[in-house]
Every structure is written in structure tokens, then in C-alpha cells.
């Protein structure tokens, strides 16, 4: 079965500084693995995906993450951070065979990004 | 708005009643999923369609929980006699097939069902 740790519960950065949110995960074979970002009162968004090629994906308002396979980690990053990046990040990953079509999610982590 | 809607986006009940929630999703996407999250957690997968047929059904879809999509385009999931363990928030996603890749899930703002 499948699995995603995010470690960090929340993460606290000041504006113009760079951000990484963690995420590790567990699958059998190679994984499809997503970022979305859920702020209040609201459904998730889509930020990126990692299929694959190169390890590192580029998505929405400037959050980028790095596939590591041998560290089986997917990390989501930005250079600068934004006030408006605070939301609730989850990473999801799902098998690339098998596995049927559903996402497991990890528990999030919630950015603060204070001036 | 040509996302993924779903209504009703509050819902209050008793314990014992039965409540219907309904999902419309984006209108060119074959695949619908349901998923559960409660305070705390991220979403907890339940069931998933492909068009009218039901593919795949989590083990946390006791048999209180029935989902239907009869067209294959809007989706209704069901809870009969809820329990004050059923309070959460009730996510429906959509997806599309195309060029046999993977395509990412776009979910909707969720039902927020509340037990007393």
C-alpha cells in the first residue's frame, strides 16, 4: 500500500525568503506524485505533478519540486515566499501501475508566511 | 464557473438521518472520485468512477455509504443513518482521460456534514 509523510506540521518563513515543504512517500514501483494547496472554507488546488523526466517540475505561482528517487522525497519549493502562499500544502502520490486511481494524501502542512 | 461544483456546501443533521450530497463535475471529465478528510488529516480516498461504473470502493465506504453517477456525469453520494463519526468534509474530484497518462484530479469545495 501506499503511504506520504509530510514530517512538518507547519512550516513558518518570513516574506522574500525561500520555502520547503517536505514530503516523503511509499510505493510500490514508480510513482506519480502531486502538490496541491487547500485554503480555507475552499477545495484543494492543483499546484503540480511529477510523472516523469526531469526530476524537477515547475507549477503554479512559482512553486517548483525535486523528485529524489533514492530519497523517495518530493519536496515543494519556492524562491521567495508571499503573505498569499499561506495555505495548507498536500502531497499525494499514486502508483504508476496498479494501485487503481486513487490518491493517498499526507496529513499536510500548513505555511505561515509572515513579513 | 466551469469547475467542479458541489451541493449542498453545509449540512446539519441528527444522528439516524439519512443525507444525499451531489457533485458535478468539470463537464469533458470521464473520472470522478470521492474522498473524505477530516480536522486534521489530508483526504481519505472512497470511491471512484469511470463514466456510470463504480471501478473502485474503499474499505472506509461501510454499507451506509452509496455513491451513484447514472449518466455518467453528476454524482450523488448517500449516507444512511449518519453517526456523529460521519462529520467531516466530503470532497468530490474529477479527472480526464486523454493520451493514457495520468491526469491530475481538480476537486470541488466540498460538503461540510456536520452530525449532532
Known amino acids: 500500500a501506499q503511504s506520504v509523510a509530510q514530517p512538518e506540521d507547519q512550516v513558518n518563513v518570513a516574506e522574500g525568503n525561500p520555502l520547503t515543504v517536505k514530503c516523503t512517500y511509499s510505493?510500490?514501483?514508480?510513482?506519480?506524485l502531486f502538490w496541491y494547496v487547500q485554503y480555507p472554507n475552499r477545495g484543494l488546488q492543483f499546484l503540480l505533478k511529477?510523472?516523469?523526466?526531469?526530476?524537477l517540475v515547475k507549477g503554479s505561482y512559482g512553486f517548483e519540486a525535486e523528485f529524489n528517487k533514492s530519497q523517495t522525497s518530493f519536496h515543494l519549493k519556492k524562491p521567495s515566499a508571499l503573505v498569499s502562499d499561506s495555505a495548507l500544502y498536500f502531497c499525494?502520490?499514486?502508483?504508476?501501475?496498479?494501485?487503481?486511481?486513487?490518491?493517498?494524501f499526507g496529513t499536510g502542512t500548513q505555511l505561515k508566511v509572515e513579513l | 464557473d466551469t469547475g467542479v461544483s458541489q451541493d449542498p456546501r453545509h449540512k446539519i443533521t441528527k444522528r439516524g438521518q439519512n443525507v444525499t450530497f451531489r457533485c458535478d463535475p468539470i463537464?469533458?471529465?470521464?473520472?470522478l472520485y470521492w474522498y473524505r478528510q477530516t480536522l486534521g488529516q489530508g483526504p481519505e480516498f472512497l470511491t471512484y468512477?469511470?463514466?456510470?461504473?463504480?471501478?473502485?470502493k474503499s474499505r472506509l465506504l461501510s454499507d451506509r455509504f452509496s455513491a451513484e453517477r447514472p449518466k455518467g456525469s453528476f454524482s450523488t453520494l448517500e449516507i444512511q443513518r449518519t453517526e456523529q463519526g460521519d462529520s467531516a468534509m466530503y470532497l468530490c474530484?474529477?479527472?480526464?482521460?486523454?493520451?493514457?497518462?495520468?491526469?491530475?484530479?481538480?476537486f470541488g469545495p466540498g460538503t461540510r456534514l456536520t452530525v449532532l
Open positions: 463537464s469533458e471529465h470521464n473520472r
Open positions: 510505493v510500490s514501483g514508480n510513482p506519480y
Open positions: 511529477y510523472i516523469t523526466g526531469d526530476n
Open positions: 474530484a474529477s479527472s480526464a482521460i486523454s493520451g493514457g497518462a495520468y491526469n491530475e484530479q481538480f
Open positions: 499525494a502520490v499514486r502508483p504508476f501501475t496498479g494501485g487503481g486511481n486513487k490518491l493517498t
Open positions: 468512477f469511470q463514466n456510470e461504473a463504480q471501478l473502485e
